[in-house]
């Protein structure tokens, strides 16, 4: 199977180019050519096996020029006991209609350790596939939470590096203590002076420097990002979809073929694509519904087919949703209209103007499948307090905009299809939005009482990777100025 791009039909390229790439040459993001079906049976044998067994199954229809030793290589790397869970994404039932996917059980606690734990591996084994010989470097500036997940993911990955540096005034106390413990021979850390813009700017000035290129080059060594439109990011997000079915299968809570809803807390929109994926795969899945915050412009988008980001931008308690340009929507609308010129014209658009309309034909599709909604910080937290006191059950932030909105969704439209909700990260990561959601008192607490207060609230165990930063040492208390940031990365290359 070959790779397209999104916005240049002549693009075609195998999945390990797509994966070390990541961007086509014109900005357009890479996609299968077709996607893999599968029937019933299939969908039926999933259900006894282990997330590492479905994960190889699901994987290899999309990298079908990977062996079966390379996908068993990268799986087992990825998915073991880094996470907390055997189950990898376990499946928690709420009632008969509600069924909460948990995927969050990775090492930083968020769902992007499902798709970060892998793509090292699929990373460097692309690499060698594609004959390129070199160390690759990766090189990530955060504002908190993709740093660390990536940090976990490629710590000890033989033939990588990973250099990391977050804003010293703009990530919070927990955020940087995870990265200034963080373990791996092969891992750096360390702080610029200045805002997100400040670091990611310096980041991106150090990318398109010819002159470190090529000091990189002759060094057999290369830099790459671990950016979120990575083929090799969204593929790993197909598997969960399948995962969760298959578990409902084994627990008879569906019988095979019986139709499902998704509802996914969505920011970038790479989360519900694979849902879609899924879907057109064959899984049985009816609608998909898209859940925002109050930057709910892809509520718009669902109800009107206009996509427009001329609009106040909000802070919120669900912070990884609060995006005004979802990267992923590229490939839907690819994947609806199959045509790389129509979307190139889309995203120029969207680049002059901010905005722009698809045609009546993709809005149908776009309706068909989808349903979108959007919620407030006050209807969240209300959300978390009403599970916890219905259900006993807790949950963080994203999560409750998903069940808030799915909510929403059964009351207008009286649809009682079974629904499986994404949960996107621990109640443990939110802790201080979600305590206060559950009417306890959190004045005057540091992060650790945090901590503390929600494991007592909830009932939850605290997870081990937040509760051991009480003891671990800190290994990196570097700052820098902007301009230095580039020795820096030479020093730690040696180089
Ligand atoms: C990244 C993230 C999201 C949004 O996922 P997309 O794939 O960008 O739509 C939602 N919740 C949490 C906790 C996240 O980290």
Not at 143 to 162: H, Q, R, W
Not at 195 to 207: E, L, T
Not at 233 to 259: C, H, I, N, W
Request: charge should be negative; aromatic fraction near 10%; include cysteine.
């Amino acid at each position: 199977m070959n790779y397209k791009s999104t916005r240049d039909s002549s693009v075609c390229v195998k999945s390990s180019e797509a994966i070390v790439k990541g961007l086509s040459h014109e900005g357009g993001l890479f996609l299968p050519e077709s996607i893999p079906t599968v029937d019933a049976a299939f969908v039926a044998s999933l259900a006894p096996m282990s997330y590492q067994e479905r994960a190889k199954k699901i994987l290899s229809l999309f990298l079908t020029d990977f062996t079966p030793e390379e996908i068993e290589y990268c799986v087992t790397g990825a998915y073991g006991d880094n996470f907390s869970s055997k189950k990898i994404a376990p499946v928690a039932k709420l009632d008969d209609k509600k069924h909460i996917l948990e995927l969050w059980h990775g090492p930083t606690c968020a769902f992007k350790d499902m798709a970060l734990q892998i793509l090292p591996y699929l990373l460097t084994t692309s690499m060698k596939k594609v004959g390129i010989d070199k160390e690759v470097v990766i090189l990530v500036a955060t504002s908190g939470d993709t740093g660390k997940a990536a940090l976990e993911g490629f710590k000890d990955v033989e033939g990588t590096k990973i250099i990391v540096f977050y804003p010293v005034d703009g990530v919070s106390r927990i955020q940087k203590l995870q990265m200034a413990t963080q373990d791996g021979e092969n891992v750096y850390v360390a702080s610029v002076k200045g805002n997100f813009d400040d670091a990611q700017s310096g980041v991106k000035m150090i990318f398109t420097n010819p002159d470190c290129e090529a000091k990189l080059d002759e060094n057999k060594k290369a830099f790459s990002s671990a950016n979120s439109i990575n083929w090799g990011r969204l593929v790993p997000q197909v598997v969960y979809y399948f995962s969760a079915y298959a578990d409902m299968l084994e627990k008879g809570d569906v019988t095979m073929g019986e139709e499902i809803n998704v509802c996914v807390p969505t920011g970038n929109f790479g989360n519900i694509l694979a849902a879609y994926y899924a879907k057109c795969m064959g899984l049985p899945v009816k609608k998909l519904i898209c859940a925002s915050n109050m930057n709910n412009v892809l509520t718009d988008f669902i109800k009107t087919g206009v996509y427009d980001k001329n609009r106040s931008f909000h802070t919120t308690i669900s912070p990884s949703m609060d995006i005004l340009i979802s990267s992923n929507l590229e490939r839907l609308l690819y994947l609806i209209s199959g045509d790389a010129n129509k979307v190139a014209g889309y995203m120029e658009s969207l680049k002059n103007e901010g905005k722009y309309t698809v045609e009546d034909a993709i809005k149908a599709v776009v309706t068909e499948n989808f349903a979108g909604g959007f919620c407030s910080d006050d209807e969240a937290k209300a959300t978390i307090g009403e599970h916890k006191a219905k259900f006993g059950y807790t949950m963080d932030t994203h999560t409750a905009v998903a069940v808030k909105v799915y909510d929403d969704y059964v009351a207008a439209t009286g649809d009682l299809t079974k629904t499986v909700i994404a949960s996107t990260a621990s109640p443990f990561k939110f802790n201080e939005a979600v305590l206060t959601a559950l009417g306890e008192d959190v004045s005057g607490k540091d992060e650790f009482e945090l901590l503390d207060a929600l494991n007592k609230a909830s009932g939850m165990e605290i997870p081990q990777s937040l509760n051991e930063l009480r003891v671990k040492d800190v290994r990196f208390t570097d700052v820098y100025e902007k301009t230095e940031m580039i020795d820096a990365v030479y020093k730690f290359l040696n180089i």
